[in-house]
């Protein structure tokens, strides 16, 4: 089992910057491809980002934002720069052992709001 735990979120201006972090239990975290998603409210979750051997981004976030590992702290992170009000959510991290499957464990979400 593997527990995964947000923080960082909070309420920013457009324009800003913020650093989410996950941090993981167990002791094969490296192991794992990790994920970031968010959800608006009244929307379907999202893929946000990505990062096994490489990194993958959605769209909307590419040049914005960078996934990140540390490996010896169990921990993934989500540089969020210049934020927008429709990147405001509830942002979600994930993790899988197999990285062509589904992700197994999620986090219990943070809010990011973004304000105009």
């Known amino acids: 089992q593997v527990r995964l735990v947000e923080s960082g979120g909070r309420l920013v201006q457009a324009g800003g910057s913020l650093r989410l972090s996950c941090a993981t239990s167990?002791?094969?975290?490296?192991?794992?491809?990790m994920g970031w998603f968010r959800q608006a409210p009244e929307k379907d979750r999202e893929f946000v980002a990505a990062i096994s051997r490489s990194t993958d981004y959605a769209d909307s976030v590419k040049g914005r934002f960078t996934i990140s590992r540390d490996n010896a702290k169990n921990t993934v992170y989500l540089q969020m720069n210049s934020l927008k009000p429709e990147d405001t959510a509830v942002y979600y991290c994930?993790?899988?052992?197999?990285?062509?499957?589904?992700?197994?464990?999620w986090g219990q979400g943070t809010q990011v709001t973004v304000s105009s």
């Open positions: 167990g002791r094969t975290f490296s192991s794992y491809a």
């Open positions: 994930a993790a899988k052992l197999d990285p062509f499957g589904a992700y197994d464990y």
